[in-house]
């Protein structure tokens, strides 16, 4: 695996994570949820997190197919998550909410074990591969606010499906 592909895969990853992680909940709101429903979808995730990752993780590990698994996990992510452009109700949200962030967890520590393997195999830099996630993180939650402010909360929706794609 080529460590370029790697860096750009943490690049979007984060970016994603970048911009959910501070407005994903004011998309939320912006569908006319409240704090308490905002609350519950947002605790959906680390749930997910913790059941749906180590279970894809183990089949992929099984089998060998690290690469493949995470290239139908994003991909799947990208498809579940353009679905909430044609929801607004509570429950719907929150089954596309648990299907997405388990497609889209279960990705990362994938490309974690895939990185170890090519830093081990191929003498990569794990830093300098890791490093385009952290800076597309923060250049997304900083650009985030500054591209959403006076527009559309919908801009969220499309400039996360954008780092997804």
Excluded: C
Aim: zero cysteines; proline letters at 5%.
């Amino acid at each position: 695996m080529n460590p370029t592909r790697l860096a750009l895969y943490y690049a979007a990853y984060f970016a994603v994570i970048g911009i959910l992680m501070p407005f994903w909940p004011i998309w939320l709101e912006g569908k006319g949820l409240d704090a308490v429903e905002i609350g519950f979808i947002l605790a959906s995730a680390p749930f997910v997190r913790a059941i749906g990752s180590p279970l894809i993780a183990q089949v992929a590990d099984r089998r060998g197919l690290r690469r493949p698994i995470i290239i139908m996990l994003t991909a799947s992510a990208t498809i579940s998550f353009a679905v909430f452009n044609y929801i607004d109700d509570f429950w719907p949200i929150v089954i596309v909410t648990i299907l997405f962030f388990m497609l889209f967890s279960a990705s990362q520590p994938l490309a974690e074990s895939l990185t170890m393997h090519v830093v081990r195999n191929e003498g990569a830099n794990y830093g300098r591969m890791r490093l385009w996630g952290s800076v597309t993180f923060i250049l997304a939650a900083i650009g985030g606010g500054y591209i959403l402010e006076g527009r559309s909360v919908n801009i969220i929706f499309y400039l996360s499906l954008f780092g997804l794609w």
